[in-house]
């Protein structure tokens, strides 16, 4: 396949379209750079069930609670009940949330209150999962590499109507790479439509957009793209899925510890 840097060289509007890409990379990166151990934290934090400090903004009076769920697809955190009682925090006020860290050391983020919500016989509580988090977390959040093995296979349809199939090759909830059958040209940021995948024995169905490209040593080519327009009943299934898998990853994590 013909590097497709090489074919649009000469074409000054994808020229711009390139120059445009990297400038939103670097300042990306730079955005991730500036908040790359937050992502890993608050997945710890939410795995270990770690203290959280909560504060509300313009508040001296500091709260306590844990990290019940972080929902990606909606950008929720979802927090335990506050402790001490009293949390008088409304839906839209800033609070500051403050995660403990091994070797005492503390890191901070600053978020917005969404709802309290009646949960059993507790309360829990909804924040704002902060923008540079969810990105991140899109591209890593319960993500699985599957064994060639087990390997399913895609279909979809670019945005020039061209039929394109592939093998899933990772998953999260947010997205997938895929490698391609077929030599096509695509871009960052293509829609694809009438994607359909199967996994775990259950077929899915939506639309999604390219992330980004990555050539193997034998010149194969893959994509990476995000989920867009997936069903919310498909989309809680794969979830579903996806969490038991990490469950049990994690146990096997464990185990082999304690074994060590």
């Known amino acids: 396949m013909q ?25 990306l990166d730079h955005e991730q750079s500036e908040q790359s151990q937050l992502k890993p934290d608050l ?15 313009g508040s001296s009076e500091n709260y306590q609670s844990t990290i019940v769920d972080v929902d990606v697809g909606r950008k929720v955190i979802i927090t335990d009940e506050m402790f001490p009682h009293g949390f008088a925090g409304r839906p ?9 860290l091994a070797g005492n050391q503390c890191k901070t ?42 390997a399913a296979n895609v279909e979809f349809t670019t945005a020039d109507g061209y039929f394109c199939s592939g093998v899933l090759q990772d998953i999260s909830l947010n997205g997938m790479r895929i490698a391609l059958r077929n030599q096509i040209a695509l871009r960052m ?20 957009t390219v992330m980004n490209f990555h050539n193997d040593i034998s010149g194969n080519l893959s994509i990476g793209i995000e989920f867009a327009a997936m069903p919310r009943p498909q989309q809680r299934l794969l979830e579903q899925i996806l969490a038991r898998w990490h ?14």
Do not use: M, W
């Open 92 to 100: 839209g006020q800033t609070v500051a949330v403050t995660l403990r």
């Open 43 to 57: 997945i710890e934090a939410q795995g270990t069930h770690a203290i959280i400090g909560v504060c509300i903004e």
């Open 109 to 150: 983020f600053s978020t917005r209150l969404l709802a309290r919500t009646k949960h059993a016989e507790s309360v829990q509580y909804q924040l704002v999962l902060p923008e540079y988090l969810s990105y991140s977390q899109r591209r890593e959040a319960y993500r699985f590499r599957l064994p060639q093995t087990a």
């Open 189 to 208: 940021g293509d829609a694809l439509t009438q994607l359909c995948f199967e996994f775990a024995g259950l077929k899915f169905r939506c639309n999604a």
């Open 3 to 27: 590097n497709l840097a090489t074919a649009e060289a000469g074409n000054p509007v994808l020229r711009r379209e390139q120059i445009a890409l990297r400038h939103e990379k670097i300042v």
């Open 247 to 260: 469950r049990e990853r994690a146990r096997k994590n464990a185990a082999a510890k304690i074994g060590d």
